[in-house]
């Protein structure tokens, strides 16, 4: 056996050695109780006992709201007036966006996943009105992907490439964006007036003719 693999054998050794000191722990103190502990209870104890950060919780709307993926998703929408956060990202092609810096244009900001079936509906919906309505008039749309729900970047532009995105697809790589925006089920926009006011959140996907609607 080489040296490279003793290193990983006592590594793994060490790792698993480690879980189940902690799975012990945690199921003695939870049958000390007599109470049963679920799988998301144990992930959440390794977690704090491994000094790990807590992942960044999001779901797609049909999981949230116990529909199938074949019966029609309710979207809700809610009027807002408060001053849009500010924020910088990459794109996909590397080019940088701040928020900031569009002031002066109306912006469909939508957060999503390549993995959310709602979100794949709304993207045919979203490239239709950018391509028909918005650029004409003067109205950027940012595709905010939350990456750090994603398996890889690689995920984002092959659906990109796919859908055949025509507005920027920007990379929240740590959900510093996502978690500023409050998002915790996807898709989610929102729409910002020209003086960089947010007047409406959408949660759930939009179509081709509510965002005429909205955008008249």
Sequence with gaps: ??????????????????????????????????????????????????????????????????????????????????????????TIHNETIRLSELKGKKILLNFWTSWCPPCKEEMQELNEFYDQYAIRNDIEILAINVTDQEFSIDDVRDFSVQYQLQFPVLLDERGEVSKKYQIMTIPTSFIIHEDGTVIEKIVGPVTKDVLLEKFQ
Excluded: C
């Design 1 to 90: 056996m080489g040296k490279r693999n003793v290193s990983i054998f006592f590594l793994l050794l060490i790792v698993t050695t480690m879980v189940w000191t902690i799975y012990s722990s945690f199921f003695k103190e939870r049958t000390s109780e007599g109470e049963m502990f679920t799988e998301d209870e144990f992930i959440d104890f390794l977690y704090q006992n491994l000094g790990m950060e807590e992942p960044h919780d999001i779901v797609p709307l049909d999981a949230t709201d116990g529909h199938s993926h074949d019966e029609e998703l309710e979207t809700s929408y809610q009027p807002m007036n408060v001053e849009a956060l500010d924020f910088q990202l990459k």
